[in-house]
């Protein structure tokens, strides 16, 4: 079956901007999780979502935000971008929500800011 | 909270030779460990996880791992690398409980293999 699906997987954006990404997990996936990847800070978690709704948070400003919709696809959302969110950003689904499912990560969105 | 070490940066080893790669993490109790890898432009893949049970877990691609709870240790080996191993690699920990945290990952080693 179709792996995740990020998209776009490469964009440029200028500082002040803001930036939508989306992420379609696999079929009959329900969770939803986010990690941002950098050189610096490694992977870190941002968020996530079972059944359209906002489980667990990272420790990342209100800048970051996501959603999910009815059929598991989501989005997450990067207000007023700044030099230090350039990263790789990555989506990975799962059957069930918290941290004892099976994590399946799609390729990536490289996010660069200038 | 949680946290996982990874003293190796980069590790580099000769085709055919053995591996292991460390991973010491700091948890209240026993977490969910996961290795996964990661090749150059691509996403992360799972190798191995311990939930619970046999404290020695196998995994793809001929990886296997092993919990070590008095070390607090999840180190990850193979016996014999072949050139496509060549990638980073990352230990995680979850909380059973689903904290806030999500997945927390080590900074990853980079496995170098020479011809």
């Known amino acids: 079956k179709a792996g995740v699906t990020q998209t776009p997987r490469y964009l440029i954006k200028t500082r002040g901007q803001q930036v939508t990404l989306s992420c379609s997990p696999i079929s009959g996936h329900r969770s939803v999780s986010w990690y941002q990847q950098t050189p610096g800070q490694g992977l870190q978690f941002l968020f996530e979502y079972f059944s359209e709704t906002q489980r667990n948070k990272g420790n990342f400003p209100g800048r970051f935000s996501g959603r999910q919709f009815s059929n598991s696809r989501s989005e997450m959302n990067v207000s007023t971008l700044e030099l230090g969110d350039s990263a790789l950003y990555l989506c990975?689904?799962?059957?069930?929500?918290?941290?004892?499912?099976?994590?399946?990560f799609g390729e990536g969105s490289r996010l660069t800011v200038l | 909270a949680q946290s996982v070490t990874q003293p190796d940066i980069h590790i580099t080893v000769s085709e055919g030779a053995s591996l292991e790669l460390r991973c010491n993490y700091s948890y209240g109790a026993t977490p969910y460990l996961f290795w996964y890898v990661q090749s150059p432009g691509q996403g992360l893949q799972l190798l191995l996880k311990?939930?619970?049970?046999?404290?020695l877990v196998q995994g793809i691609k001929g990886f296997e791992a092993e919990f070590k709870r008095s070390q607090s240790s999840f180190n990850l080996r193979k016996p014999s690398v072949h050139w496509s191993d060549a990638a980073e690699y990352f230990c995680?920990?979850?909380?059973?409980?689903?904290?806030?945290?999500?997945?927390?990952f080590g900074k990853g080693t980079h496995l170098i293999i020479q011809p």
């Open positions: 311990y939930f619970s049970g046999d404290t």
């Open positions: 995680a920990v979850g909380a059973r409980r689903g904290g806030a945290d999500g997945l927390t």
């Open positions: 990975a689904s799962s059957l069930g929500q918290g941290a004892g499912g099976e994590l399946f």
